[in-house]
């Protein structure tokens, strides 16, 4: 019983440690980015053991919406988990990778179902009131089309096989 739970231990490090690699500015995305500069790279949590749909975030009026959400964001005192990213197959959230700190956003964060994880310095958590900020970065990756109709129907669907 005790090796099933340092193996599961483990997978889960695994996983958090995966999801909070930096994705190299321009993988997936097509924007072009200054040599020496990172933007504002976006990542859906979404599949196991192939490239998750990524993108930049580069529309100003998006950006100052997203600080908006997340300035209205309430603090959550005492979160029960140690990251708002499942480890589960398929869906995950949303990871928001900023390196520079550009527009005034923190420099890394993810969403997933009403929670948002500040990785910014020292870790905190905030309530996605009405799920605003994941909604906002998910219909970009729908409009980008870096997720297509099938994915969306296999979430839905609940569709493990991504």
Known sequence: MKRIKIKVFL???LVFLAALMPIPDN??????????EQGITVRVLLFSGRPDPTYEL??????????MNL???KQIGNYDR?????????????LVSNPEKRAGLPAGFA???GAIELM????????????AVEK??????????????VIIKRMKSGDKKQ
């Open 27 to 36: 993988l997936y995305s097509g924007s072009a980015v200054a040599a020496g």
């Open 71 to 73: 300035a209205m964001a």
């Open 120 to 131: 910014d310095g020292r870790k905190s958590f905030l309530e996605d009131s009405g799920g």
């Open 136 to 149: 906002l970065l998910f219909d970009e990756a729908i409009r980008k089309g870096v997720i297509d109709d």
């Open 82 to 94: 140690h990251t708002v990213i499942p480890a589960n197959i398929g869906y995950k959230g949303i």
């Open 58 to 67: 580069v529309d100003v009026q998006l950006i100052e919406k997203l600080k």
């Open 111 to 113: 969403v997933y179902k």
């Open 11 to 13: 997978f889960l490090a």
